[in-house]
């Protein structure tokens, strides 16, 4: 079964640094794998996905991540961190090859705080 | 983008009554959605996955007859809670896509639900 993990509950960076927010995942075939944003008391917001093809994935805000397969790492990046993008970030990851590729397993969720 | 909506935002409804709460894709059709449950500070757990015109798939632990989900059509999925208990009080979340196997997955806003 397929499962992911975000080992850091928090991080904190201060706005204008590089941030990282950290995601490893566990398929038996290859992976899907999202990356979403939550504000407080709202739905989730899809940042990128990774399917196939380049491991750097570009998506909304700034946000990008880098797909490795041998660390079966799917780590969330952005160059520079603003003050709006403290939020709950949550990694995600479908096995296409488990019971149809329907299901996707999110992580625990990583706080993201920015401060001014 | 794809949008979908739940109603009602929030709801409080005293212990042993019913609460349904509606989940709508806006602008497309979705042949399946997702219900979700997440606690404070906890990450998303799939309730259930229901298929426009058929019976959902209720994963291990979720109560059936409690959660009723109903999908009667390509754009409305209906999560009924019975019998509510304060145990209950959560957020929950749906989720649409446009095929079973589809990459992208929509979320709605979420619903607070709080029973007294």
């Known amino acids: 079964a397929q499962s992911v993990a975000q080992p850091e509950d928090q991080v904190n960076v201060a706005e204008g640094n590089p941030l990282t927010v950290k995601c490893t995942y566990s398929v038996s075939g290859n992976p899907y794998l999202f990356w979403y944003v939550q504000y407080p008391n709202r739905g989730l917001q899809f940042l990128l996905k990774y399917i196939t093809g380049d491991n750097l994935v570009k998506g909304s805000y700034g946000f990008e991540a880098e797909f490795n397969k041998s660390q079966t790492s799917f780590h969330l990046k952005k160059p520079s961190a603003l003050v709006s993008d403290s939020a709950l970030y949550f990694c995600?990851?479908?096995?296409?090859?488990?019971?149809?590729?329907?299901?996707?397993?999110f992580g625990a969720g990583t706080r993201l705080f920015v401060k001014a | 983008g794809a949008v979908v909506s739940q109603h009602p935002s929030w709801v409080i409804c005293k212990s042993g009554t019913s609460v349904k709460i509606e989940c709508r894709s806006l602008d497309f059709q979705a042949t399946t959605m997702f219900w979700y449950r997440q606690f404070p500070k906890q990450s998303l757990m799939l309730m259930a996955t229901?298929?426009?015109?058929?019976?959902?798939?209720?994963e291990q632990g979720v109560e059936k007859d409690k959660f009723l989900i109903n999908h009667a059509s390509l754009t409305l999925s209906t999560l009924t809670v019975t019998s509510a208990h304060p145990e209950d009080s959560s957020f929950y979340i749906c989720?649409?896509?446009?095929?079973?196997?589809?990459?992208?997955?929509?979320f709605g806003p979420g619903t607070r639900l709080t029973v007294t």
């Open positions: 989720s649409a896509r446009v095929a079973l196997a589809a990459y992208e997955q929509y």
């Open positions: 995600a990851v479908r096995d296409p090859l488990d019971t149809g590729g329907f299901k996707t397993i």
């Open positions: 229901s298929n426009e015109g058929s019976k959902a798939t209720y």
